[in-house]
């Protein structure tokens, strides 16, 4: 009896599995048509040069959080005038390559490509592991992504010099921001995730500095200038570089946002106070004390005046709403900082 059901099962699952296959097949014949006839009407322009400090990340659906792709994938197919949202696009890539679909996965990888406002995160999404071992299409992808990049720089730039700092800004940001947003690192007992450092990014962009100088905004746009300074500001080379680019950034070829933010950490690296209020610190021998499991804002120099000083950089937050942004309740200013400011008033 029990083999009988066995085989009963085992022959409802095939047939399941083959009505499965053959939607698949007519829906793709669709689809083909679709993005033959509408893939290539609409222009999409990315966020590279309008919003550099951004990224776009693709979440999951809650099938594909409980490793349901097959149901993920029917509930879009169902709903086939969402196929063509970059959101969903991305997500059906995801669950062809998590079955081991790769054709199909790289199709809705293409359009995705066509549709979107940021291709970043494809260079590192583990859930498409799958699809690198691919070499020749994803090769044909990766060109796809960095054409759409290089189509934001205008005539002028350096689009070489560019493309190098594209992917090396990516690379800064794989562990650091990246992947956490994906969900794709592994925290350790404390709740805390490893970012894996090395020197090469470092290494190559001081090859770019000694040829071609700081990478300015009008060498590489604001993408490749920005991933200039993630590198740098992740690295122990701020001293060596800091006058230098606030030359360039009095001569207006520096984001204001990035010069705060350098010089901060500049300052904070001689523990001088900061000026701008981006840089916080966890460090036992200092915060244990007094603020046991915290995260602290580095002092800040007039810290009554700092929203002012951060508006005139071009901040959209005031320092409150940068600490509360990091949703996290050890993120904290430490109340002697206002205290300071009542006691002068007071005077």
Not at 63 to 80: C, F, M, V
Not at 191 to 201: A, Q, S, T
């Amino acid at each position: 009896m029990l083999k009988e059901r066995t085989l009963l099962s085992s022959k409802n699952a095939n047939f399941l599995n083959n009505i499965f296959f053959q939607s698949m097949k007519y829906f793709f014949f669709f689809f083909f048509f679709f993005y033959l006839n509408h893939g290539f009407t609409q222009s999409f322009v990315k966020i590279y040069e309008r919003n550099p400090d951004r990224f776009i990340v693709c979440h999951r659906d809650y099938l594909q959080e409980l490793g349901d792709y097959r149901a993920s994938i029917k509930l879009y197919i169902d709903n086939s005038d969402t196929l063509d949202v970059p959101l969903i696009a991305y997500r059906m890539a995801v669950n062809y390559s998590k079955l081991g679909f790769v054709d199909s996965a790289f199709l809705f990888l293409f359009r995705y490509v066509d549709i979107s406002e940021d291709d970043r995160l494809i260079i590192v999404d583990k859930d498409f592991d799958v699809l690198r071992q691919n070499i020749e299409k994803w090769k044909i992808l990766t060109k796809k992504i960095e054409d759409k990049y290089l189509q934001e720089l205008d005539s002028l730039k350096n689009k070489e010099l560019a493309l190098c700092l594209f992917y090396l800004g990516i690379e800064d940001q794989k562990y650091r921001s990246y992947l956490p947003a994906l969900n794709q690192v592994e925290y350790d007992s404390n709740g805390v995730f490893r970012i894996y450092i090395n020197n090469e990014e470092i290494i190559l962009l001081e090859k770019m500095i000694k040829q071609y100088g700081f990478p300015t905004i009008s060498l590489v746009g604001k993408m490749g200038s920005l991933s200039a300074f993630l590198v740098l500001q992740h690295s122990d080379r701020i001293n060596k570089y800091y006058h230098k680019i606030k030359k360039l950034y009095k001569k207006g070829e520096i984001n204001s946002i990035d010069f705060a933010m350098l010089t901060d950490r500049y300052f904070m690296d001689k523990g001088r106070k900061q000026l701008y209020g981006s840089q916080l610190f966890s460090d036992s021998r200092v915060t244990e004390k007094k603020f046991p499991g915290k995260t602290i804002l580095w002092p800040v120099k007039k810290f009554k005046n700092i929203n002012d000083r951060r508006k005139q950089m071009g901040f959209s937050q005031t320092v409150e709403e940068y600490v509360a942004s990091w949703n996290d309740e050890n993120y904290i200013i430490p109340d002697k900082y206002y205290k300071k400011i009542k006691k002068k008033s007071e005077k």
